[in-house]
């Protein structure tokens, strides 16, 4: 946290009486960082983050250091106690921070590792602000939304240009704006424009073009109200983006830019788009990137000839996307299926497979609740390969087990993903080892052979209390596996982590013995990361998440050959 009395004096004026509050952090040079603000009217969803991830890929390619940052409405710490079939998946960062899915498409599109500084959330602002006031910061002042909320909302953002030397920050607002929660974050970006002064910062307003079927037509009334709103918060607006299901025409954008202010040249047409890859061009095209340059007055700052060779290397992969010429099909072997935002990360990581082998990865949703030994087949006939991803709780855990099974027994290409891998123990353990009750204390609390299980020792060796195993570790890789040729001949890999069961160590030389091999392992500690079956065209699991760290034009190998092994079968 920043020394109080070193942010107090870079204000100016540290009286009580002044109402100038907006701490700086020390250094700070105003007009080095500019800021891109994206908020979005009508409604909620319309992809803010994809939109402000791919606008900033535009700029990193001319050279630019851009730093994103999502600014959430919700009061809760951080995303770890969310319910992913309600917000999305819960993304988690190497450094173990738990956050909006957003960040994962951050991390895609720019090609970037992020932080805790760039996720905050009501309630971590709040925190602050009310750990400040008992520590008596304020000096005696009454604490209020404004100056001080929104003083520690800019704070955020310049702390993070500062650390992270970025020409612009992106500042993602969630929600929409109008919505109590987020009312002031909006102010603080506000305040934050003045401060900063003329062409530091380019206000991007996300709206959404109606067109009923009923009447055949765009319609352009809620989208003119949802920026009226914008503009009554004090917010001129400089870029206007309309998302709709077909381009948005003429007219329309006539009305809008009418209505607000906004040059027509900056009223820009985004309808749906096949892949979100494919939206950076769009941006391009209509010549955002050099509109915001513009605006910043930052058009000195690029590199003309870096962006031609990133450019490139782009297009290559994405004038791949659709050509395809092979299909192969992958089973999603989980509870509540239907959500699709719950597995963003690895619909993504089989999208980027699929794109760099030149096919086209289906994924067939199986939900696990009524799976048996005796029906398993019928599930399974019409998929290549599967996964069995991250989970929680009891649900669904005895159907995963007889798909693991009939997998290896059948030789299907099979990846499972943390709870997967736990799982993957203990059938192996059940109808190889003999271990009969062999099961994970997290299902069972008291069962037999408890091979996955807590181990509050360990984890008091790693400091971590007995809560989650979270965030980037090193894995120590065998040579000669499976794993040490997907991950090209290494004997280390770095994967992140969200866990809190793990293999007992009291049981690995029972199931090595038996034949299956812990290819992946912790550097120090007996914590098992990876595990495959030697004899199997693609029997492969691990406690980490491999989906976090794909990306477009680097795929994970885990995947990769997951899909690699399907496509022999299709
Ligand atoms: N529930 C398991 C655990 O806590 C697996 C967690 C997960 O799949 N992310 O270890």
């Known amino acids: 946290m920043t020394d109080k009395n070193e942010l107090l004096a870079s204000t100016g004026d540290s009286s009580v009486e002044s109402e100038y509050f907006s701490p700086l952090p020390k250094g700070y040079q105003k007009g080095k960082t500019k800021y891109v603000v994206v908020m979005g009217t009508v409604m909620s969803g319309l992809g803010k983050g994809i939109f402000s991830s791919c606008l ?11 730093a994103p940052i999502k600014l959430e409405g919700y009061l809760n710490i951080d995303s770890g106690t969310l319910n992913p079939f309600r917000h999305g998946e819960v993304f988690v960062l190497d450094d173990g921070m738990e956050c909006d899915m957003d960040l994962g498409t951050y991390e895609r599109m720019l090609g970037q590792n992020l932080s805790k500084n760039n996720f905050a959330t009501s309630g971590q602002i709040y925190r602050d602000i009310l ?40 500042v993602e607002i969630g929600g929409t704006v109008g919505d ?7 102010e603080a970006m506000r305040e934050l424009a003045y401060e900063e002064g003329p062409n530091s910062c380019c206000f991007v307003a996300l709206t959404y073009i109606l067109e009923p079927r009923t009447l055949g037509e765009q ?19 400089d870029i206007i983006a309309c998302r709709a ?6 007219k329309v954008r006539q009305k809008i830019s009418v209505y607000s202010n906004v040059p027509i040249s900056r009223v820009v047409s985004l309808a749906d788009s096949a892949s979100i890859y494919q939206i950076p061009a769009m ?8 509109e915001v340059l513009k605006l910043l007055h930052i058009e000195d700052r690029i590199d003309l ?22 299909e192969t099909t992958i089973g999603i072997i989980g509870k509540y299926t239907s959500v699709r935002d719950s597995y963003a990360s690895i619909i993504n990581a089989l999208e980027h497979s699929g794109i760099a082998l030149g096919c086209k990865v289906k994924i067939a949703w199986i939900d696990t609740s009524d799976i048996t030994d005796k029906n398993v087949s019928e599930y399974l006939k019409d998929v290549n390969g599967i996964i069995v991803p991250g989970g929680f709780g009891v649900r669904g855990a005895e159907g995963k087990i007889a798909c693991i099974k009939y997998a290896r027994l059948n030789n299907i290409p099979f990846l499972g993903i943390c709870f997967g891998f736990q799982m993957a123990v203990v059938e192996y353990a059940r109808n190889i080892c003999g271990l009969k009750k062999a099961n994970s204390t997290e299902i069972e609390p008291n069962c037999g052979e408890p091979v996955i299980n807590i181990l509050p020792e360990q984890k008091r060796i790693e400091g971590l209390g007995g809560n989650m195993r979270l965030g980037g570790q090193d894995i120590q890789i065998k040579p000669d596996t499976a794993a040490f040729k997907l991950f090209g001949n290494n004997t280390t890999a770095r994967m992140r982590f969200r866990h809190r069961y793990e293999v007992d160590p009291g049981y690995i030389e029972t199931i090595e013995k038996a034949g299956l091999i812990f290819s992946g392992k912790a550097p120090n500690y007996p914590i098992m990361q990876i595990l495959e079956l030697p004899e199997h065209p693609y029997f492969i699991a691990t406690q980490a998440h491999p989906c976090l760290t794909s990306r477009p034009l680097h795929p994970h190998p885990m995947f990769t050959g997951l899909v690699a092994a399907a496509m022999k079968s299709s």
């Open 56 to 66: 900033g890929k535009l700029m990193q390619d001319k050279g630019l250091k851009v």
């Open 131 to 170: 750990e400040k006031e008992r520590h008596g910061d304020y000096l005696g002042r009454d604490v209020q939304m404004i100056p001080h909320v929104t003083g520690e909302v800019k704070l955020r953002l310049r702390t993070l240009a500062m650390k992270s030397n970025a020409d612009i920050v992106f």
């Open 180 to 186: 109590l929660e987020n009312a002031f974050y909006i």
């Open 219 to 237: 319609k352009s009334k809620a989208a003119q109200l949802g920026i009226k709103q914008l503009m009554q918060s004090g917010i001129q607006p």
């Open 245 to 250: 299901t077909s381009p948005v025409n003429e």
């Open 283 to 290: 941006l391009r095209e209509c010549g955002m990137d050099f």
């Open 305 to 326: 000839r870096k962006e031609r060779g990133e450019w490139a290397k782009w297009c290559d992969f994405t004038d791949r996307i659709g050509k395809e010429k092979r």
